[in-house]
Nanobody
């Protein structure tokens, strides 16, 4: 069982930055691929980024590539999402998730077993 708690969301102007954190409970954090997803009002949940168990491989949605950076600290049981050059269209509730899956399905939210409660990110124009 893994419990995830996100933090770091807030209101920021377009072009600004935020860093989200996701703290995990349990001793098996390093066994899980970690992902970030987001959901805007009236839209489906979408993949943002993911990171392999060791942190050596990262994956990004095209919409955030070059602006967002995912990282993890297995000693602290924490995964991060550094978000730069934020745009109004990045406004959403951001969720972190943990799971074990093949790389080919890393962007599929159904492959993740554990989810945080979400943190709101609002980007004003």
């Amino acid at each position: 069982q893994v419990q995830l708690v996100e933090s770091g969301g807030g209101l920021v102007q377009a072009g600004g930055s935020l860093r989200l954190s996701c703290a995990a409970s349990g001793r098996t954090f390093s066994s899980y691929t970690m992902g970030w997803f987001r959901q805007a009002p009236g839209k489906e949940r979408e993949f943002v980024a993911a990171i392999s168990t060791s942190g050596s491989r990262t994956y990004y949605a095209d919409s955030v590539k070059g602006r967002f950076t995912i990282s993890r600290d297995n000693a602290k049981n924490t995964v991060y999402l550094q978000m730069n050059s934020l745009k109004p269209e990045d406004t959403a509730v951001y969720y972190c998730a943990a799971g074990i899956m093949a790389v080919s399905t890393i962007a599929t939210h159904g492959k993740y077993d554990y989810w945080g409660q979400g943190t709101q990110v609002t980007v004003s124009s």
